[in-house]
């Protein structure tokens, strides 16, 4: 039985566009498997040339698909976004849009495994007829390394960075800015609020095809004076602006698992999130929660006036920044893997035994 690693090729182009949080997962997984699994697997990014185990698709690219129709090798690919969720967040015209959600059906189905950062997706890919058995749960993760709180000074640098009161309570939103992120919502809420700081980091990633740019666009250029738009900052940048928040307040309407909660919970910062039924599998209720801007506003006044409240939420983002740990999202990575490539290999052998059987079946009756 031969030691040898097995060849792991990870193909992605979630790094040609900037501030979409496809991107940050595809680096932070990447990262991990190359140092925490560098016993089990060579690590290669889109390697046309060699010879793969196991193939891990992180995005859809056409010339992708056309690397999975390799099947000796284990096909395996991430599902972040659904055709209705890509409705959601894109203008496409109608007959374009059904081509381009029959192809992602088919990229899908193509994949030996699916792999989901949130379980509530399971059921939707099954309807869409994908095999149950063939759709994982694997978290995403954030490195504390990168993402970790570096002391007041540095908050007050980068409040002074930005113009803001070095005592003002500050309330952060990240993410695309598009309708399904909750923005219209966001400034709302800082107009209840006028005493409180609100910034948004993030900008138009698809530009003019973004759902609600015209509208989105204009509250861009003119925004309340409690409201900043800090546009598209790069990734190393957002440690300094969780260093410098308060609380991090995700109103989006939909999600799998907002990268930006990652990040933010490794600095303890309290969350503030829309009441939707995809939390409750993953944040286990370790967060606050509004249906509405009204009790966007209780939420946050809370946080704001009461230590304790606040003191209470810090607790709850870190008892959830120790459950999506290193190791425990490490571990499930090498087992996912290694299974995936055990069972692969036992369909060959059967495949291979079969067709044997048929050739001898062939050669008998020619005898």
Not at 39 to 65: A, E, G, Y
Request: proline share 5%; with cysteine.
């Amino acid at each position: 039985m031969k030691n040898a690693k097995l060849k792991l090729i990870m193909y992605s182009s979630a790094d040609k566009i900037d501030g979409q949080g496809v991107g940050s997962a595809y680096e932070e997984q990447v990262s991990l498997i190359k140092e925490g699994a560098n016993d089990l697997f060579d690590v290669t990014i889109n390697d046309w040339t060699s010879k793969p185990d196991i193939q891990h698709f992180h995005t859809i690219d056409p010339t992708f698909f056309v690397k999975m129709q390799d099947k000796k090798a284990v096909n395996i690919a991430y599902c972040h976004f659904l055709p209705q969720t890509v409705d959601e967040s894109l203008k496409i015209p109608s007959p374009f849009f059904k081509i381009f959600s029959n192809y992602l059906i088919t990229f899908y189905k193509s994949a030996d495994r699916l792999v989901v950062v949130n379980p509530i997706f399971i059921e939707d890919l099954v309807k869409l007829g994908i095999p149950r058995e063939n759709v994982y749960y694997i978290p995403n993760y954030v490195s504390k390394e990168k993402f970790h709180p570096l002391g007041k000074e540095a908050r007050d640098a980068y409040r002074e960075k930005l113009g803001i009161d070095s005592n003002a309570f500050v309330v952060l939103g990240a993410g695309q800015v598009q309708t399904r992120k909750g923005v219209l919502d966001f400034v709302e809420v800082a107009k209840k609020m006028p005493d409180t700081t609100f910034v948004w980091a993030g900008g138009f990633s698809f530009g003019v095809i973004t759902e609600g740019y015209e509208e989105l666009h204009k509250l861009q250029k003119n925004p309340p004076e409690n409201v900043k738009f800090l546009g598209i900052v790069p990734r190393e940048e957002m440690v300094a602006l969780y260093n410098m928040s308060d609380v991090l307040f995700v109103p989006s309407y939909n999600e799998l698992f907002p990268m930006t909660i990652l990040e933010a919970i490794n600095f303890k910062t309290p969350l503030v999130l829309r009441d939707l039924e995809l939390y409750k599998d993953i944040l286990f209720g370790h967060h606050m929660q509004a249906s509405d801007n009204d009790g966007f506003v209780q939420c946050l006044n809370k946080l704001k006036q009461d230590p304790e409240i606040y003191a209470k939420y810090q607790l709850e983002s870190q008892i959830l920044s120790e459950f999506y740990s290193k190791e425990h999202v490490l571990q499930m990575w090498r087992e996912f893997y290694l299974s995936a490539y055990g069972e692969k290999q036992y369909a060959l052998r059967q495949k291979k035994k079969n067709k044997n059987k048929k050739k001898k079946v062939k050669k008998e009756k020619r005898s």
